[in-house]
């Protein structure tokens, strides 16, 4: 199919109708063996894709980060983290990556500073908090994985059809042109209104009740529009609009953004309520 011709709003409502989709096959059936390594794969290959625009934008900046070494490790890591658990596997992770990036540039020096730590930080940016849709989807009920995408999803859509329409007031000009004080209130209120009526719904599974789900939806929304402020910076820096060109989203990367931040969020949330 042919996108080049429809208009943003149009590209979005395709391209998220076909992630909704694919999405909820995937998660369907995480917990069914052999298909929970569809899930880890299709987890770890839309990370690797964040994380190749990421070192993307870093090249348009003059830096020249390892790009395949990471990219690769950072596919395997999250099938080691699903084998072994978080606590066993993140810290040899990054110290294992920090000397093989080293042994990597031991051959050119020039730069090597600034290089190393592009390369190192994107494992931290984007692989690390990713790393935590396992847990949250196999520690227990993958209803929470559908919870946290819903109310970031929420926030985004929110926080984009009222700036769209009712936006007036910039919320960070320097870094985003379109993002306005509308937009950020409503994507707030999306995604209260989400975690209360999901959490509603499903409360046998999620046993959370209405308060706990209304402060739980309004720290995501925050979150998450802090995730997009962070891209935004990032794209800012480099001078581009989008990560990539998918069509109706920019890259994988303007997909990933908030989800970057709410995913450790909501991790360590039920790690100490739960």
């Known amino acids: 199919m042919n996108l080049s011709g429809l208009n ?16 909820a096959l995937v998660i369907y059936f995480s917990h069914t063996p052999p298909f929970q390594y569809l899930f880890i794969a299709t987890v770890a290959i839309a990370q690797a894709a964040a ?5 993307g934008l870093s090249k348009r900046k003059g830096f020249d980060p390892l790009v395949k070494l990471p990219v690769a490790a950072s596919v395997a890591y999250f099938f080691l983290y699903y084998a072994y658990g978080s606590e066993q596997i993140v810290v040899p992770f990054l110290l294992l990556m920090m000397v093989c990036a080293f042994i990597a540039t031991f051959t050119s020096y020039k730069q090597s500073i600034a290089n190393l730590a592009v390369t190192l930080f994107g494992l931290i940016y984007i692989t690390i908090p990713l790393g935590f849709l396992i847990d949250i989807t196999f520690s227990g009920s993958s209803l929470w994985l559908v ?7 929420i926030t985004d859509m ?3 059809f009222a700036g769209k329409t009712l936006g007036s007031h910039l919320l960070a000009p320097k870094l985003s042109p379109k993002k306005t004080v509308e937009g950020a209130v409503a ?18 599974m999620l046993q959370m009740g209405t308060q706990e789900a209304i402060i739980l939806g309004a720290c995501i929304g925050t979150v998450s529009q802090i995730g997009d402020l962070a891209e935004s910076l990032l794209k800012r820096d480099a001078e581009v609009k989008d990560s990539s060109s998918l ?25 100490s309520s739960l």
Request: net charge negative; aromatic share 24%; charged share 10%.
């Open 51 to 55: 994380l190749w625009e990421y070192y």
């Open 187 to 204: 994507g707030l209120v999306g995604s209260t209104l989400a975690s209360a009526v999901f959490a509603y719904c499903f409360y046998d």
């Open 247 to 271: 069509p109706g989203f920019g890259g994988m990367l303007d997909m990933a953004d908030s989800l970057i931040f709410t995913t450790p969020f909501l991790y360590f949330w039920l790690r």
């Open 8 to 23: 943003n709003f149009q590209q979005r409502t395709l391209m998220g109708i076909f992630a909704i989709c694919f999405s």
């Open 147 to 153: 919870y946290l995408l819903i109310t970031t999803k």
């Open 158 to 160: 929110s926080a984009y």
